[in-house]
C-alpha cells in the first residue's frame, strides 16, 4: 500500500464529515442532487484498493468540516457590507484564521463568507487532511494527487444552482451581496469567481475549455467589467473572438467546491481542462459537471450561483483601481466588459468572496502551492534532479528552487528552465536556487545558503527585458520584467572551487536529546 | 450629485438596497465608480476623496488598454 496514503489522517476526516452531515443548520442542509458514489470511492489507479472519503461536492459541505473544525466562524448579528472586507483581512492577519460566515448584511438578503481557504488549516481539510499538517507534507500530498491526472468529472443533468433563474430584469444586487474590498477600489468586485469559457476558434474542444479566477467589477445590474491579460487563458480567447468580432460566452460560477475554486487559480497547460485536475487533487473522486442554464458551457454542479453572460468584442470601458495581490493598487484601465443574460442559483445563495491586501491574505494561500506544484512538475520533467520548488510568494514572482547539482553552472541553467514555462515566464521574476539538502519552504535554511553560498560576483544574474506581471509594481513598463538569478547551491567542476566545503552534521545523540527535552519542556508547562 | 472620484456629474441611481430602504448605491456613468450612500465620506464625499486616486475625465480616453484590441481578420 502506499504509504503516503497511510500517513494520511483519514480518520479525522471522517469525524469531522460525520459531525457536518448531522448538522442542523439551515445554512449546510445536504442537498438531494446526484452524487458519484454513496460514501466511498476507489481510486483506479494505485497498485491496492484504497478506499478515501467522498470528496466535497460543494462549498457547503466545506463550510460544514470547517466549522465542525473550529475554522469557521459566525457572524450572526447583522453587518454593513463594507464591514466584510475588514474581517477578511483581520481573520488572515490570525495564525490559522477561520472562514467567517455573515448572516445578515444590511440591505440585502443572503449570507457573505470570506477567508474559506485562508489559513494553512483550511487548506489542509480542503485537501481531507489533519488541519496541523505542515506546509510541505501538502507540498508532497499535491505533488502526488498532480500525478493522478486526467480523472475526468462526471455530467449531471440536474444541479441546486437550477432551482432559480432570472433571465429578464436582472438585478445582481437581489442575488448576492456586493460589498467594497478595499477603500480606493473603485467599486464591489466578485475577486473568487471561477469563470468559465470556450476557445472561440475550436469550442467544442473540452481541453481548451478554461476555468479561471479573473477580477470583475459590477458596473450595473447586469453588467460587468474583467481583467483579462493577455497572457491569461482568457485573454487569449478573447483576443481569438475580437479578431472575429464576436462575443465570449462566459459562465461565472461563485461559491463552488473548494478544489474547484482553487484550480481555477492553478496554473496549467491551455489545452488542459481544469476539472481533469479537480478530480486528481479531489484524490482520484470525479467531480460533477452540468451545462449551464443557457450557454453551451459546463459548469461545476455544485456551485451556489452561475451568471451567464458574454464579453462584449472590441468594448473597452474605465476598470479599476483595485487593491491586488502584490499588496498594491493596480491603476485604472481601459478593460473588457461583461454582459449578463441570466443568474441562476440556489435558494438563499453563499456569496463566496476573498481579501486580498499585503500579503498573506487569502488570495495568498489559493496560489501557493498550486503555483509551486506545477512549476515543480515542469521542471522535474527536464532536470529530475530537482527536489522541491517553493513559489508560494506573490503567485511565483518569488521562486525558491532545491535541487541536486551535477556540474557547474547547473543551478543557473535549472533556473532559466524555470523562465521558459509558461507560468515562469510572466510571473517568476526572483528566483533562488538552492542545493538539495536546503528546505525550500524553510526560509532560515534558505537564508542560511544565501549567505554561505553566494558569491555576489559570479552567482547573482540579472537578464533584462523578459516577459513580467503588469501588476507588480516594479513592473516595467507594465508586463515587462528584468529577471534576477541568484545561484545559491555549493560550486562543483568544472566551476572553480576556490576550497572544499564540510557540513556540520548533528552530533550523535542529537535525536534522543531532542526528545528528552522536549518531554522535560512539556512537563515545566504543564 | 458630484461624482467623489472624477468630480462629473453625470451620476445615476444604481440601485436602491433589496431589503428595506437602508441605503442606495450610485453609479458614474464617466469613470464607472459606484459607492453606497452608507459609506464613510472618503469614499463619498469629492471634497475629502483622497487625491491620489482621483480620475481626470479627460485622461480616461488616454488610459492602458488591457488587453489590446486584436485587429480584424478581414
Known sequence: MNTMIQRLPWRLFLVARGRAQTSSNKLFPKETFPMTAAGTNVIPNTPDTIKVPQAYMDLREFLAVLEAEGQLVRIKDEVDPEEIGAAGRASANLKNGPAVLFEKVRGYKNPVVTNVHGSWANHALMMGMDKDTPTKEQFLELSRRWDMYPVPPTRVLDAPFKKNIVTKDINIFDIISLYRINTYDSGCFLSKACIVSADPEDPKSYGKHNLGTYRMQIKGKDKLGIQALPFHDIGNQLAKAEALNEKVPIAICLGCDPITTFMASTPIRYDQNEYDYVGALNNGVPMQITKAPTLDLDVPAGCEICIEGYIEPRVRECEGPFGEFPGSYSGARLQAVVQITSISYRDNPIFENLYLGIPWSEIDYLMALNTSVPLYKMLKDTFPEVQAVNAMYTHGIGVIVSTKVRFGGFGKAVAMRLLTTPHGMSYNKIIIIVDEFVDPFNLEQVMWAMTTRVDPDKDVTIIKNCPGMPLDPSSNPPGMHNKLIIDATTPKAPEIVSRETELLTPPAGTAKWEEIIAKLVKQARN | ?74
Request: include cysteine.
Open chain 2, 1 to 74: 450629485m458630484i461624482c467623489p472620484r472624477c468630480d462629473t456629474d453625470k451620476v445615476e441611481l444604481l440601485v436602491k438596497s433589496p431589503v428595506g430602504n437602508v441605503w442606495e448605491m450610485y453609479i458614474c456613468k464617466t469613470c464607472t465608480y459606484t459607492w453606497r450612500s452608507t459609506e464613510t465620506p472618503d469614499k463619498t464625499d469629492p471634497k475629502i476623496y483622497n487625491k491620489k486616486f482621483k480620475i481626470n475625465p479627460d485622461a480616461i480616453d488616454k488610459m492602458l488598454v488591457i488587453p489590446p484590441i486584436a485587429p480584424l481578420k478581414v
